[in-house]
């Protein structure tokens, strides 16, 4: 079958293109409209004479009480909470500097619509954004007026009650999936037929690598895609052009791999790390450890390389190719995971079969911050959006920051008891020759800053 007959219909997609570009439009008015009313503005600097009809904003005689004629309906606030956001269209039009526009009554006249007025006073009075919940227009209709008075907006998180499969990708009947991985935001899975295809986060399938590899595994760092099988090596650049690769002799037996400070490190059966040059892939390097214990994963973090070993645990290495830490767990098979925000690791509880215990470590010192225990089976935990998340058996689980579950979601018949790959706004479950594509809605976070 062509890769391209997974490509599922645009129409939709196409049609949600379409809403976002006429957004986007209205939005670029908007900002042009709030140019040149603050364009406008600037010839009514007031220098002690008022015109007939116009009224000083500010004094320092004046009171502090402000009564505005929003859209025909009253208001009556304080000139400290119209300037609480100093570098706002309201900040400015309140600072004392220009003359503004009164009605009849003496009420200084906004022409804006009341209904969004009201929750931008309630902002600025209290702090927080007062947000509908069920109303995505009127919620999108109080972000457009917020930015025309140039307030800042809370920043949008996503909503762990909405995590849901989006998106079904099955390839030929006759691939197997050997390992998945997310690289600039595409979803990139290795093929049993020597290829790697690649998808974007939704599930639209992008183009078919020929990597010429039996069963390749894939990884990535943020500027390369790896591919490798029997001591074999490919390696793509950020536009997924094929860089110079290498074949490593069979007595090597390099298992795992990583990009680490402009080196490439691969681990052996003896524990060694090589340290290879990414451009030509010769040895230029490598970190011995005290005694033989086969290098089971690389992981590097914060400019450091953790070493996961077969038996005695963790060892951290610097740029001067020094151990720094040692973490040991005896009795203990030990996951580590390198997290933007944390360092953590994961082991088994003798106790239970189904809980493990986590553990997160400060960036300095490797000093526990945080212990808990979860109730998973040993296997991964990434980042993805703001939150934590791993599959556990026919469940996805999302954590957050303090790794307490805030959603556990039944996965899919054809993703139960298979694997994950997440990484930034992007989170795909996969098993045999089925790759499911999740996503979520976003919210504000009410609180402003």
């Given at each position: ?36 009313l603050r364009h406008a503005l600037k010839p009514h600097l007031t220098h002690g004479h008022a015109e007939p009809g116009t009224a000083v904003a500010s004094s320092p005689c004046a009171s502090d009480v402000v009564r505005l004629n929003v859209g025909g309906i009253s208001y009556c606030t304080t000139r400290s909470t119209l300037t609480k956001i100093r570098d706002s269209m309201l900040g400015a039009m309140f600072s004392g500097q220009f003359a503004l526009n009164t009605d009849q009554h003496g009420q200084i006249f906004i022409d804006r619509d009341v209904e969004l ?333």
């Open positions: 079958m062509d890769p391209a007959t997974l490509t599922p219909s645009t129409g939709p997609v196409s049609s949600e293109n379409d809403k976002i570009a006429r957004l986007e439009a209205e939005i670029e008015n908007l900002r042009a409209e709030i140019q040149q007025f009201a929750p931008v006073l309630s902002f600025l009075r209290n702090g927080r954004w007062a947000l509908p919940t069920d109303s995505p227009l009127l919620f999108e209709r109080i972000r457009r007026e917020a930015e025309y008075f140039g307030l800042p907006w809370p920043e949008e998180v996503l909503d762990s009650a909405t995590v849901r499969p989006v998106h079904t990708v099955r390839l030929e009947e006759q691939l197997t999936i050997v390992g998945v991985s997310v690289f600039r935001g595409w979803v990139v899975a290795g093929c049993s037929d020597r290829s790697i295809r690649v998808f974007s986060a939704d599930g639209i399938f992008q183009q078919c690598l020929n990597c010429g590899l039996t069963s390749p595994w894939v990884s990535s760092s943020d500027n390369r895609l790896f591919a490798w099988s029997d001591n074999k090596f490919r390696v793509w650049n950020r536009d997924l052009e094929p860089l110079p690769g290498t074949d490593f002799p069979e007595a090597d037996k390099l298992k795992y791999f990583a990009e680490w400070l402009g080196w490439f490190a691969c681990g052996t059966e003896t524990g060694e790390v090589r340290l290879l040059d990414l451009a030509s892939f010769r040895v230029c390097g490598s970190l011995a450890p005290p005694e033989a214990d086969p290098a089971c994963l690389l992981i590097p973090w914060n400019r450091l390389l953790v070493v996961a070993h077969q038996s005695c645990g963790l060892r951290i290495w610097d740029q001067q190719c020094s151990i720094t830490h040692e973490l040991r767990f005896p009795d203990a098979y030990i996951i580590p995971v390198a997290l933007d925000r944390l360092f953590v690791t994961l082991r088994p509880l003798h106790t239970s079969e189904t809980k493990a215990e986590i553990r997160a470590y400060s960036a300095d010192d490797f000093r526990p911050v945080l212990t808990r225990q979860m109730s998973f089976k040993v296997g991964r935990v990434a980042e993805w959006e703001d939150h934590f998340v791993t599959v556990s058996d026919d469940r996805l689980l999302v954590y957050d920051e303090h790794f307490v579950c805030r959603s556990s979601i039944d996965l899919p018949s054809e993703a139960v008891g298979g694997r994950f790959a997440a990484r930034g706004s992007t989170l795909a479950t996969y098993k045999d020759r089925s790759i499911v594509f999740w996503g979520g809605q976003r919210k504000a976070c009410l609180t402003s800053t």
